[in-house]
């Protein structure tokens, strides 16, 4: 199976195994990817020797449990969703000396929000943060991490440790290496997870960029009462993670929701894309939609590889599509053209699966994410098309030689389509030779998690759910439209990015999310229990498996 992480290949690849490794984050020094390798050797060993032996201002070993004057003062500078997280997590720990503020002008409101919790205090800026804590978080969108670490990294306290929460590691780690005094760890971190997602065996990223074992250890403990699991990184390494795992993922959700905006419809009130892999899509994309829109923006914009696979992906809905097409109004030769496209993404990511869906031998050999569709039915925000009246349905898909047999077909209750937004994204994945395995016991959030685990039920269902998805859309006419209106989302999106301006991202998600106003309390609620179940079933069998 393909693992080359790196972004690449052509317009028209061919299936290859003589690909590159994947990167082993952990087998490299920490410290390997600092900027001083561009100095001269002995600058370098002299610089890593420095901070190395810089003290830091606490015990290493300090717990909340320890005395409160043994404790270290942590500070977080910028209390958004994922600031007040943290501060809850910690505070509710017991770590005592937690020091927060926000833009000056919300001082007021964020001293009344903690006057009652004793172990958190409001400051008025980031200066007072600064120059008081001996751990601090910037927890501050990546467009703006360069102003607010140019403001406030000067007053940073003696031998304090320095962590940002951007999504996008390369704008933070210019900041700091400009901004912040030399005598000053920085060993960063990021939640791999929103600020409604429980931290509990999620990953968290570390990177000790520069700084002491003694420092890296400090941090691993101030931010353990998260229950998240570990995984060390270089600035770089994150980068590139974070793309495989979340760009694509990112373009096709906000895609669905710009095309159902366009097309004016709340599909699943419809009965036509209720129930099963519908179901996670509906509530995934809502959820995106119901977060702030630069939450997603940094990692499009400012991360070069997450550029390159957004137009990939809206490359590959367009040329899909227009397959679709002419497959369904031509002759055998398109419509083998297509399968063929589609089962030859299949085989470059899931590892030559046989036509029949038995497995092969390169198909890794491990229990799915995502059992049954069934698991997603009781979080429908629609009744399932069993359920509704049979006339509201579209009519049956005529029938061709290539239809699965009655044995293969998947249940009726699930109405087939293209799933174009599915096809899509495995075909993404295969012209960049991008393994989505490689990274989800590394650094999948629970939306990749989740989305993979949808393509990988629509890819390997032994009911064949592919060969109806295919069939669909070579003869299905209904969901045309639909399909139609998902492309030029996707390429809109890809373009909107392509452009490299927050404030073109900012108007265009907000005009998609005015569209949903008033469902997302309901659906927060719903998927939230959607992805706790789903993560219960992975983080057990990441157990049984020995991952975690």
């Not at 943060?129 to 601090?136: G, K, M």
């Not at 998260?226 to 096709?252: G, I, K, M, W």
């Not at 349905?393 to 389509?417: A, I």
Request: hydrophobic share 40%; with cysteine; charged share 20%.
């Amino acid at each position: 199976m393909p693992v080359l992480l790196e972004t690449g290949g052509s317009e028209s690849p061919r299936p290859s195994a003589s690909t590159s490794a994947s990167i082993s984050p952990l087998a490299a020094s920490p410290l390997s990817t600092s900027p001083l390798t561009s100095s001269p050797s002995n600058q370098y060993d002299e610089d890593k020797a420095y901070y190395a032996s810089l003290p830091i201002n606490t015990a290493q070993d300090v717990t909340p449990a320890s005395p409160v004057d043994a404790q270290p003062t942590i500070g977080l500078i910028g209390m958004g969703a994922m600031g007040r997280m943290y501060a809850r997590h910690l505070g509710d720990a017991g770590w005592s000396k937690i020091n927060v503020c926000d833009i000056p002008e919300k001082y007021e409101q964020l001293n009344a929000d903690y006057a009652s919790n004793p172990n958190i205090h409001a400051m008025r800026d980031g200066h007072a943060v600064a120059r008081s804590s001996d751990f601090i978080v910037y927890s501050v969108e990546a467009e703006f991490i360069e102003k607010v670490v140019a403001q406030y990294g000067p007053s940073t306290k003696v031998n304090a440790i320095v962590a940002g929460q951007t999504s996008v590691k390369a704008p933070e780690k210019q900041a700091f290496e400009k901004h912040l005094p030399r005598d000053v760890h920085i060993v960063s971190c990021h939640s791999l997870h929103g600020p409604t997602v429980s931290p509990l065996g999620q990953p968290l990223i570390l990177i000790q960029h520069r700084g002491s074992n003694a420092a890296l250890s400090l941090v691993e403990n101030i931010l353990r009462p998260l229950r998240s699991r570990h995984v060390h990184l270089s600035y770089d390494e994150h980068d590139l993670v974070t793309a495989n795992t979340q760009a694509v993922t990112h373009a096709a959700f906000l895609s669905m929701g710009t095309a159902w905006a366009a097309a004016q419809s709340y599909p699943w009130e419809q009965g036509l894309y209720v129930g099963g892999i519908e179901t996670a899509k509906v509530n995934l994309t809502l959820r995106i939609y119901a977060n702030a829109w630069h939450v997603y923006a940094g990692l499009a914009i400012l991360n070069p590889a997450a550029r390159v696979q957004i137009e990939r992906y809206a490359t590959s809905a367009t040329e899909l599509f227009k397959m679709m097409l002419e497959g369904g109004s031509g002759g055998e030769e398109a419509k083998r053209r297509f399968r063929e496209r589609v089962e030859w993404a299949r085989d470059m990511v899931f590892g030559g699966v046989a036509r029949d869906g038995s497995e092969g031998s390169g198909v890794r050999r491990r229990r799915p994410i995502l059992l049954s569709e069934d698991v997603l039915d009781r979080f429908s925000l629609g009744k399932t098309p069993a359920l509704c009246d049979k006339k509201d349905l579209p009519p049956p898909s005529p029938v061709d030689s290539s239809s699965p047999t009655e044995s293969q077909r998947p249940p009726s209750k699930y109405r087939p389509n293209s799933h174009l937004s599915l096809l899509a994204m495995v075909d993404c994945w295969a012209h960049l030779y991008i393994n989505p395995y490689t990274h989800l016991s590394l650094a999948a959030t629970p939306l990749f998690r989740l989305f993979l685990g949808v393509a990988e039920h629509l890819f390997l269902s032994p009911t064949n759910l592919l060969s109806a998805s295919i069939h669909s859309a070579l003869y299905d006419t209904w969901h045309r439209s639909d399909d139609l209106e998902f492309v030029c989302a996707a390429r809109g999106w890809s373009q909107c990015v392509s452009f490299g301006s927050f404030e073109v991202y900012r108007r265009r998600f907000e005009e998609t999310r005015s569209f949903f106003e008033g469902r997302f309390e309901e659906v927060g609620r719903v998927g939230a229990e959607m992805i706790r179940a789903v993560m219960e079933s992975e983080i057990k069998r990441e157990e049984e498996e020995g991952i975690a």
